[in-house]
């Protein structure tokens, strides 16, 4: 019995997206979070708590797009033509984020202010066209004779938007509750009263993601609802409801860690939520996994390659928080 290349190689892409999501998404949330807290020692702690590994975290995008590079060069192929204008702002907006990051703490103090708002800027961008990219995705990409067959705006619609602010929710919440993880005092506090509305808000985003989705994808729809589907996903949404009254106790009881891994496993269930809708679909609504797949020949290669690099990017990466681990207080730094 041979190895099932394509499934293989759909199973590292969605791991590698889902690290990035994980890893990348609490940075990006910090940068978020900043206008609301203004005091400048504060926005230093909050920089220095991701400052030794925030570079680190965007290791996983690249495994995830060089992957369907070299595992799904048509779906590659399709998505970029679809989607190329969020995905340029998403890349203009992390550029924005990554110079503030070493910028800011060389900048002169009354320059200093600009590489906040570089770094607000960045992080709002970035998100926001993640979950545009994201929601027209799911939309659907129309695809004819191997090629993308729709208009360059076609990601500008409702559902996209509707994405991209849910995930600018879900970035938020995961920064705020790390934050909790990693400083004390009363930024941690101003932390805790900002994750209990940022996880309602969050909720209500999946509530309305999760009822638009079926209604308009009948195929969807058709998948979630009948049997024995349904017996797959019905966990989902029970999962989400206990997850979130636990996050909220966890909060109210001035739990350390318990809310930001509460945060990731929301995060988690709704990844597979979109797993499950999707599978084994690559482009949805009609290519699939093995239609989309190169030769076996390159995907065997680049298999060799990828099965060396990744258990090394997760040491290292392991490495890095370990190192950095402990809370991050006034007067630390890192650069």
């Not at 702002?89 to 002169?108: D, H, N, P, S, T």
């Not at 989400?240 to 995060?267: D, G, I, K």
């Amino acid at each position: 019995m041979g190895i099932d290349l394509p499934l293989l190689w759909a199973l590292i892409i969605l791991f590698g997206v889902m690290m990035y999501v994980v890893m990348d998404g609490f940075d990006l949330g910090i940068g978020m979070l900043f206008p609301l807290v203004p005091a400048k020692a504060d926005r230093d702690v909050m920089m220095n708590t991701v400052a030794p590994v925030w570079d680190g975290n965007e290791t996983w995008l690249v495994l995830g797009g060089a992957g369907l590079l070299a595992a799904f060069p048509l779906a590659y192929a399709v998505v970029l033509s679809a989607l190329y204008l969020p995905l340029i702002l998403m890349l203009v907006g992390l550029i924005f984020r990554g110079v503030a990051f070493e910028f800011r703490f060389k900048a002169q103090p009354h320059r200093q202010h600009l590489w906040d708002k570089a770094f607000i800027g960045g992080s709002f961008v970035a998100t926001f066209f993640q979950g545009v990219t994201l929601g027209a995705y799911l939309q659907g990409v129309p695809v004819q004779d191997g090629r993308f067959a729709g208009g360059a705006l076609d990601w500008l619609a409702p559902f996209p938007l509707l994405t991209g602010l849910g995930l600018v929710s879900t970035y938020a919440l995961l920064g705020s509750t790390w934050l909790i993880l990693k400083t004390e005092g009363a930024l941690q506090q101003r932390m805790r009263q900002l994750t209990r509305p940022l996880a309602w808000t969050l909720l209500a985003f999946i509530g309305l993601v999760s009822i638009w989705t079926p209604l308009a994808h009948p195929a969807i729809a058709q998948r979630w609802f009948t049997l024995p589907n349904l017996l797959w996903f019905l966990p989902v949404p029970v999962l989400v409801v206990v997850a979130m009254a636990w996050l909220q106790r966890a909060v109210r009881q001035e739990a350390q860690a318990a809310p930001f891994m509460l945060t990731l496993l929301l995060v988690f269930l709704g990844y597979s939520g979109l797993g499950i809708s999707l599978w084994p679909h690559i482009i949805p609504p009609g290519l699939s996994i093995r239609d989309a797949a190169g030769p076996p020949q390159s995907l065997g290669f680049a298999l060799v390659g990828a099965l060396l690099i990744i258990p090394v990017i997760l040491m290292y990466t392991a490495w890095g928080y370990w190192v950095f681990r402990g809370k991050v207080r006034h007067g630390d730094g890192y650069h």
